[in-house]
């Protein structure tokens, strides 16, 4: 096992618990932290050696205090767990900035390594160029209620991580040191005193505010440093081909959302919310340029007396000069010698009249037009390289190298949109609304009644003709209209805000080509897609089908083929760039038929995609829709990139961040940095296929998970469709139903309201429930029966299988992500779980016990490992320190549940009770294990 020297962050941890100490000594009673420290003193001793007497005197314990008391000692542990989290996040960090001051080869993942393992395999600069232009890398945040912590407790911790950094100084003097410890101590004391549990559950628009701070706080900042590092390390690298000044780095980076967008099973979501996300992305980007342009302004001091700039900024300071009134004043003389301050004015004014207008339009006026306002992002943009430009004419190209720059790539990067909102409906909602509009007009057939190949023939023969069609009946269905007015609504938007403003229309549970078909009809009723009077194509709307279960991802070879050979939708995809978007569900499919046919579903998906696309000399774009856990399809982005299918990816990737993902990843400077760059460079070394010749993945590799992929979900079906009171144990020996009165998004937890399946229960619920009793079967069932299955006793096999962990990404990532989830699993603790469920939990326990069992041995004899996570100390050694306070926590929450459950319906007060600890526990639970769902 890897050594990590990890005594500067025990050091921190221990100040931290002193400090959360120190507030509940002043401002609890005497029991709260005496209760604390022995449960977690005891659950210490009992992880180092068992003690059944001292487990018993603890759980008597945990079951003699009161609800109220119970409430705040979870409080304290969740408190703890926070704490923790900031001090190895700062930790992590810390011993990063050091390896860069060292002057040494960085890490592995950072651009710098990444361009020297390039460059050693011959990856000349003309090479590496093509694939920085190919670049783009697309995070999508999601409203995915994943998240269990309220933006106040984020903000909360914000603050306490950059006084935890600040305490890093070695040049700290003593009162200094004092001064932050007091300030640390006060922001715990609040943190104290601030409800972590939402009293009301959020509407979409807290949910796009929640997604806007982590723009406001980190990345406006980070976004330009990600780009200056990659030049840095084009610098050091590539120093004897030219260095940074021989190659263009262009804006790859790109951000999606799907807050405010995102209406498949959320009825909250319509077209005015919609409306209103768009609007509030944008007053957010454009508040933020007037802002970065005020810094330039005390910056770009120039005197037209001694320099003379550029005929190309002479001509747009021509171009200002109808507006120059209005912006001035009384003061129209204002930097009548200071050119660039005088533009910079101008540009400042003029974002204002767009904030104004977003903020009237906002607040329910009517439209005050355009006005001085910029007519598009290139306008600015054009404003801002004719700055630098002008700049570098007269000598100072130094100085439009520095700030100047880093608003240019921000505008590049973010426009006017901030990011681009993805829309997405499920499949049946289009068929209805086109089987209605079919309905209402004359001389069209009853869609209903058609198969699938005349629906294609209809949908394409109506999408060229020319003109914007007409409805034909006022009288539509809510649902109908509804739609038709999103559509409208992403016009309207596209005029009033950015023509990048939305990204994709996703359509989940996409099961044929008429799906896709069906949305630019309807679509063309706003004019998004179809042919002009001239006969020439237009389409303004990209369309993206959602496979989702494993027999969707089967068939999506003849689906996307059927597609792609529609004459109409060619020229269509043509006008909307030639790019052909795909989105892959990795939790309804882990769901359905578990973690090993989900992963390995998903890999083929992507080849057929590939050469479905390539074939026909399109490109394609995979969206990954993966969640936090690695039972939604998480784990490390580097490395989840590098598992791709060789030849696949081609520098582009888009793909979701949901939940607790957002605040780990893009809640502090540093940390957004570091998992930007991770994922960039990962996408870079599997675009290489681009520039030398990778190597194919091999045949018999494939044969054999083939056969694991069939025997592992032939093990999850057995559990979870086809044993008796499975169903029953999940609901009744997990908090799934609970779950949902945390109030942690705006969604319903079920598709069915009432319907106790597994294909009701939304895959969030479905993985989040399984952690919190400690057993997070959804990413790992299945993988020990499928391995033994394969290999019996046959040491030649077990070989094989040590070969694919070694030499296939993708099975390494996938083993490895498997067994990070499997340690944390405790099965002592789901046994008592179990129990919830009485008798009839025994016997499926069982079974999910013999399957962790077999999945620990046949990993680490895969592995060749004495413990699962021999290759991540630092992992191991973060679950060693939380799993002592992780205990007496689900202890308390099965407390919690027992009392919650059997109180009667009509004792609310009773429930109620029980309710604030269980939810506390819920919370404190995903803190400490650092994912829900």
Known sequence: MQRVDDKNLRARVKLFGNILGTVLAEQERPQVLETVEALRKGFIDLRQHEDPAKRRALMRLIGALDPHTLSHVVRAFATYFLLANIAEEDFANQQRRRHVQSGERLWYG???????????????????????????????????????????????????????????????????????????????????????????????????????????????????????????????????????????????????????????????????????????????????????????????????????????????????????????????????????????????????????????????????????????????????????????????????????????????????????????????????????????????????????????????????????????????????????????????????????????????????????????????????????????????????????????????????????????????????????????????????????????????????????????????????????????????????????????????????EQGEVLSAKYSNADTATYELTMGVSGLIKASRCMSVACTPDRADFIEIMDDLAQRGETSYRDLTDRTPGFIDYFYEGTPVAEIGLLNIGSRPSHRSKGDRSKYSVRAIPWVFAWAQSRQTIPAWYGIGSALKGWRGDDAERLQTLRAMVREWPFFRALLSNSAMSLSKSEMSIAREYADLCGEAGGSVFDRIQGEFNESNTQMLEVFEADELLGDNRQLAMSLARRNPYLDPINHIQIIALRHYRDAPESDQAERLRWQLPLLRSINALAAGMRNTG
């Open 110 to 656: 950072s651009f710098d390594d990444t361009l020297r393992q390039l460059k050693a395999e011959g990856v000349s600069a003309g090479q590496l160029q093509q694939m920085l232009d190919a670049l783009r890398f697309q995070p999508v945040f999601t409203a995915h209620p994943t998240e269990a912590k309220r933006r106040a407790v984020l903000e909360a911790q914000r603050r306490l991580y950059v006084l935890a950094r600040r305490l890093n100084d070695p040049n700290l003097a003593e009162h200094q040191r004092r001064s932050l410890d007091q300030q640390i101590l006060n922001q715990v004391q609040v943190l104290w005193k601030t409800d972590e549990v939402r009293i009301q559950k959020p509407v979409v628009e807290d949910e796009i505010k929640n997604g806007l701070f982590y723009f406001r706080e980190t990345l406006f900042d980070t976004v330009p440093r990600v780009y200056r590092n990659l030049e840095r390390a084009l610098d050091n690298v590539y120093a004897d081909e030219g260095g940074a000044k021989a190659f263009r780095v262009p804006a790859f980076l790109r951000f999606g959302s799907w807050i405010g967008g995102d209406r498949d099973g959320n009825p909250f979501v319509t077209h005015d919310v919609t409306k209103m996300a768009v609007r509030l992305q944008s007053r957010e980007v454009l508040k933020h340029y007037r802002r970065r342009i005020e810094e330039l302004q005390v910056q770009l001091t120039h005197s037209a007396s001694l320099v003379r700039p550029s005929p190309v900024f002479e001509a747009r300071m021509t171009a200002d000069e109808d507006i120059v009134a209005e912006a001035f004043g009384a003061k129209p003389g204002r930097y009548a010698f200071e050119p660039y301050r005088r533009k910079l004015h101008l540009m400042h004014y003029r974002l204002g009249r767009q904030i104004a207008r977003i903020e009237t339009l906002l607040d329910g006026g009517a439209d005050p037009g355009r006005g001085a306002g910029y007519g598009s992002e290139d306008d600015l943009l054009a404003d801002l390289l004719a700055i630098s430009d002008s700049l570098i004419s007269h000598g100072d190209s130094n100085v439009a190298a520095a700030e100047l720059q880093d608003m240019i790539a921000l505008v590049r990067t973010f426009g006017f949109f901030l990011a681009e909102l993805d829309i997405r409906q499920e499949s049946s909602r289009h068929t209805q609304a086109v089987a209605e509009l079919f309905a209402k007009a004359p001389n069209l057939p009853d869609y209903n009644e058609l198969n699938e190949s005349a629906r294609v023939g209809v949908l394409a023969d109506l999408l060229s003709h020319a003109g914007t069609p007409l409805l034909y009946a006022q009288d539509l269905s809510d649902g109908t209209r509804e739609i038709l007015r999103v559509m409208r609504t992403m016009a309207d938007l596209r005029r009033e805000i950015s023509p990048r403003a939305f990204g994709a229309y996703v359509i989940s549970m996409t099961h044929q080509a008429s799906h896709v078909l069906e949305v630019l009809f309807l679509a063309s009723f706003a004019g998004l897609c179809g042919r002009h009077q001239d006969g020439s194509w237009h389409c303004d709307i990209r369309v993206a089908p959602l496979f989702e279960t494993i027999d969707d991802l089967a068939k999506i070879e003849p689906t996307l083929e059927q597609l792609l050979d529609v004459g109409t939708y060619r020229a269509l995809l043509k006008q909307s760039g030639n790019i052909q978007e795909v989105m892959l569900g990795y939790s309804d499919s882990c769901k359905d038929g578990g973690i090993l046919a989900s992963s390995w579903s998903l890999y083929k998906a992507q080849r057929l995609i590939s050469r479905s696309t390539e074939t026909r000399g399109l490109a394609c774009r995979v969206f990954h829709g993966r969640g936090g856990s690695v039972g939604r399809g998480g784990g490390p982005t580097h490395d989840a990139i590098l598992a791709q299918p060789p030849g696949t990816v081609n520098g582009d990737i888009k793909f979701t």
